[in-house]
């Protein structure tokens, strides 16, 4: 009996996977979101910080995305809104920006796992760190892992802003102007 419970496990198993990687080998579009958490590319200082409030430097991202299968590699443009927190001596600031990563990404057992990375290029809505005048486009780079089921994934990236931004009130707080975003991204995305 055991044995019987076993096998049907094992073959359930196998036609979920298959299911799996069949869904997710095909090319198409969807939708994403997530959290993301902003170090300002402090996350060794902030790593204190962090234990006392978790939720002061946590934002969000919204977005599409089109996804090209190549084989065992693919091409997944992203076009998505974020909104970064940022707590500078307990003053909370925002920062909202267009993103638009161009990610080379490569299948792994099947499609179920992949990882990726690719630029990004960012346009700056509002920046709460800087005053009117200030560069509104700027570019860096992503790279992660992510798990796919049928038409739901999910993935753990890691982002950072490849030109440092000179910030007044940086300055003024803590006495350094170069000032460079970057964060994790924890994403779940659903593919018509």
Known sequence: MKTAIK????????????????AQMGSGFGVKGGMNYNSNGQYFKDAEAIW???????????GVFGKLNLGPLYLRPELGYTNLK????NVQLTTERLDAPVLVGLNLLGSVVSV?????FHYY???????????????GYQFGIGLNFNSVGLDLRYERVMQGQTVMIDDVFTGTGDFRFQQLLLGL???F
Not at 86 to 89: A, D, F, L
Not at 125 to 139: C, M, P, S
């Open 7 to 22: 096998s049907m496990f094992l073959i359930v198993g196998m036609l979920f996977c298959f299911d799996t990687v069949n």
């Open 189 to 191: 995305s659903f593919k």
């Open 116 to 120: 990726f990375a690719g630029p990004s």
């Open 86 to 89: 940022s707590e500078v001596n």
């Open 52 to 62: 006392g409030n978790p939720w002061n430097n946590l934002g969000y991202n919204v």
């Open 125 to 139: 809505l509002q920046d709460g760190l800087r005053d009117f005048d200030y560069e509104k486009y700027n570019a």
